[in-house]
C-alpha cells in the first residue's frame, strides 16, 4: 500500500506562557506552561495534562487562556510524560497518577497559588484528571472531565460486563489505532491502515515497519487485552470525593463509558451530592447536531476555520469557569449552578435536577415481523408479542458491515444517512409507523434481545436512527455487545447509552440489528479464536427470536409529560 506519514511536532511556547520543567519523583522533568493574571495575589488554579501538544492549534490552550486569567485563575497547561516538549517514556495511562500528583505538589509550593486546583479538558485529558482524584492529592478541589471515561485505558481489555454477565464490550478498532498514531512516540504520526490484512493485528505492522518503531501502548494491548494498570494507588472512584462536572456529548464515541461514570458516582452515597451533568448534542470533536453535517458548512468548522474557533470557545469553557467559580474560588453559592443541564436536541437546551428528568418513563417498543426483518421490514410497535417469531442473518467475516463514517471521533462532520445500510442482507430493519406528535427520547436507551448462534460467541450492534419524510436515517444512539453465551432462552441487554433527542411529527423510528461494524470495532472471526489473531474466518448465521413471554424489544426513555 501506499505509504505517506503526516507528523505533528512541538508549537511553540506562546509569549503569554512561561515554561518551566517541573520534576516529577523519578527525575523526569514535564514542560509545564504557566499563565497568569493580573495581581500579585495566591490564587487558584486551573490545570490541564495533555497529550496532544501544550502548544498545537488543535487544542488551542493559548487561545483558552484569558478566558481563564481573566476570571483571576493561574492557568497551568502540561505535557504528559513521553509527548511533546516532555521527557520520558512514551506510554499511555500508566503514569498519570503519579504525575498528577507531583504537578499538583509543584503548583502548591508556587508563589502565585493558594493551594486549590481544579483540573479540565477533554478526552485524554479528561482521563488525567480521574488520574489526579486516584492519587488522592490535597490540592484538587474539583474537576471537569468532558468526553471521556475514568476507565478510559481499559475500554480494549474487555473489562466491562453487562449486569447479567453475558455481555462484554466489543474490541474498539478505533483504541488500537488511537495508541498506534498517538502514542508511538512524542509526536503525532497520521499514516495509513492496512485494514485489508489478516490476521487483524499485522494491519498496522507495515507502518511500524516504515518508520522504524513500534508504540509499547499497542504491543500491551493488542492482541492480548492486558488491562494497562493505570491506577497503582487504586480507582478514583474509591478515591476521597471531589465536586465533577461530566461533560458529556450525545454523539461522542465515548458517551456510554462516560455515562457509565456519571450513574455509577450517583450510586455512591459519598460521591453522589458532588456530581453535575451538562450534556449537549456534540460529538467527541465538539462539532454540534444543529450545525451538521459539517462538511457543508465549513464555515462551523473550528478545527480548520479560526472564526469558528473563537465563536465556540466561550460556550466551552464557560460551564467550567462557572463551576470552579463555586468549588474552586467559593465566589458564588452551590445553587447558583443547575445539577443537569441538557440539550434536546432538534430544540434547545433544559435544566434539570435530576437525570433522567422528572416525568420520564420507560416506552417499550418491540420488535414485530421478524420474519421480513431481513428484507427491511420489520416493525416496530408499542403493543406487544402475540405468537413466536425469528429472524436469521448471516455474518460474513469477509463481508463486514461497513462504519458509518470514516472517524467516529467526529461523527457530525458527516452525519451520514444510513438508509442505505439497511439494505444489506446481513442488516435486520424494524421500523415504526409515522409519529403523529413530537416524541423526546430523555434518558437511557437499549435493545433487550434473545440472539443465538451458530458460533461459540457472536456480536450484536444496534443502531436506533430517525427517518425523515423522505427515508433519510439519522443516527440517535448505538450500542454493541459481544455475547458470551448466545441462546434463544437468554435474553441480552444491548446498551446503546443516553440521549436527549427530539424525533419530530411524520418521522419514524428505526432499528438495525446486525453482527458486524468495520473499521469502528473488530469483527468477529466467527470462532473462538482472539479476533486479533484470527486467520480462518468463518461465516456463522445468527437467529433473534421473540415470544409473547419473552419479547425482544427496545426499551426508549421518554418525556412522560
Known sequence: MEFEVITTEAGEVPASATQYMVRMRDGVHLATDVYLPDGTAPTQTVLVRICYDKNGRYTFMDLLAPFVTNRGYAFVVQDVRGKFRSEGTTMAFVHESHDGYDTLEWISNQPWSDGRVGMFGDSY???????????????LRAIVP?????????????????PEGDIEDVDWFVSASYLSHFWLDQFIHDYPIDIGRRPLRDAFEAAFDALGKRSNSFDVVVPRKIPLQVYPDGHPFDAKPVPVLHSVGWFDNLQIPHMRDYVELLSRPEWAPLQYLIADSVDHENYHLELAPIEEHVE?????????????MPLYLEPALEFFDVFLKGANPVDSIPRVRWHLGHEVYHESAIWPPAGAVERR?????????????GTLNGAGVVQSDSASWVHDPTDLVPSAVENSFSFLYWYPDEAATGRREDVLVFTSAPLTEALDLTGPV??????????????VYCKLLDVDEEGHAHLIVRGQGHVLEPSSDRTSRIEMGHTGYRVRPGHRL????????????VPHPGTDENPWL?????????TLHTDAVAPSYLRLTVNGA
Open 125 to 139: 485529558y479528561g482521563f488525567t484528571q480521574w488520574a489526579a482524584v486516584a492519587s488522592g492529592h490535597r490540592a
Open 146 to 162: 468532558r468526553v471521556t471515561s475514568a476507565d478510559l485505558g481499559m475500554v480494549n481489555s474487555g473489562r466491562h460486563r453487562g
Open 300 to 312: 462551523h468548522d473550528h478545527i480548520v476555520n479560526d472564526d469558528a474557533l473563537q465563536r465556540l
Open 365 to 377: 417498543l418491540f420488535l414485530g415481523d421478524l420474519s421480513s426483518a431481513s428484507a427491511g421490514e
Open 446 to 459: 437499549d435493545l433487550y434481545a434473545r440472539v443465538s448462534s451458530s458460533a461459540p460467541t457472536t456480536d
Open 510 to 521: 428505526r432499528v438495525h440489528v446486525s453482527s458486524s461494524d468495520f473499521p469502528e470495532y
Open 534 to 542: 484470527a486467520e480462518d474466518l468463518r461465516p456463522s448465521t445468527q
